[in-house]
C-alpha cells in the first residue's frame, strides 16, 4: 500500500448524508490515501462538516469554492489538488464497502491494468427512510479492451465513480463544464487511453438514489445536455475510434429522440419550444442513419421516420 489514492468528493447540499460517505471513506481498509472535499459553495452545513472531519484527520483536504460551479466543475477542482497515483471519485451522497479501494487496487494490479471498477449497488431510499437494495446483474470478473470499454459507454452509459483511475490517464482531461451528463465525456476519453480496464463482481460502491437528486429530477431544459455531450462523443470516436462510429451514432440519434419527445412536457417554455424545433431538425439529418443503425430499436426507428413528416 505504499502508493496513494486521491479520493475526490464534490460536496452540494448533502447535509444528511455527508457524515456517512465521509465515514465509509475513512474507514478503508487501504489507508494510504488524501481525501479531498470540494465544498461547492453549499448553503446547508456541509462546509462545516468537511472542516469539522479534516480537523480529525489529516488525510483529508477541503476546498471551499466562493461561487458554486456544478458537479463537474467541483470534480475538476478536486482533480486539479490531487496529487496521488490514483484516482477514485465519490458523490456525497454514495458510500463505499469498508475494502473498496483495496480490491480496486488489488484487481488493477492483478492484471496490470490502467482502470480497475466493481459492482455497483443501487439503494432506493423512500419518504419514510426504508432502504430497498437492488443488485445489478453480475457478468463475471473480466478484463475489456478500450474498445470493449468504450462501447459499453456509448450504448449504456457509465458513472465516473466507484473506478480507480492510473492518474496518468485523466491528465489534461476535464468533466464538461456547466453540464449535467457529465461522466461519459470524460470516462470515454480515459477508457481511450487505456490498454486493459477491469471490471470485479465484488460489490465496492453503495449509489443512493434519492427523490431530490439530478437523475431523478423531472425533466428539464437542462437535461438537453445528453444530447450535445452524445454528439461530441461521436465527433471524438469519429476521430478516435471509427469502428465505433455505429455505437456513437445510436448514442446521439437515441439522446435527440428522448430529449425531442420530453420537451413536450414543457408547454409554454419558449426555451424548450426553440430546441424541440432544434432537435426535430437534428433528427430529420440524421434520420437515414437512424433507420440502419442496427443498435436503434424498432419503436425508435418510427419516432425518427415520423419526424419527417
Known sequence: MSEKISVVIPVYKVEAYLAECLDSVIKQTYQNTEIILVDDASPDGCGKICDRYAAGDSRIKVVHREKNGGLAEARNTGMDHAVGDYI???????WLAENTLEML???????KADCCCG?????????NGEKSFRRGKQRGERCETAHEAMEHVLLAGSSSCNRLYKREVLEGLRFPKGRINEDEPLVLR????????VFLECETYFYRKRANSITTSAFSVKMADCVYNSKENLEFVTREAPELIPA????YCKSLLWCYVNLRKLKGDRQAEALRRQFRNEIKEIRKTALVNHYLKFPLKVLAFLCRL
Open 105 to 111: 487496487y488489488e484487481g488493477l494490479n492483478k492484471y
Open 88 to 94: 477514485f471519485f465519490v458523490d456525497s451522497d454514495d
Open 119 to 127: 459492482a455497483c449497488v443501487t439503494v432506493l431510499e423512500r419518504k
Open 190 to 197: 480515459a477508457y481511450e487511453r487505456m490498454e486493459r480496464i
Open 248 to 251: 456513437g451514432e445510436y448514442k
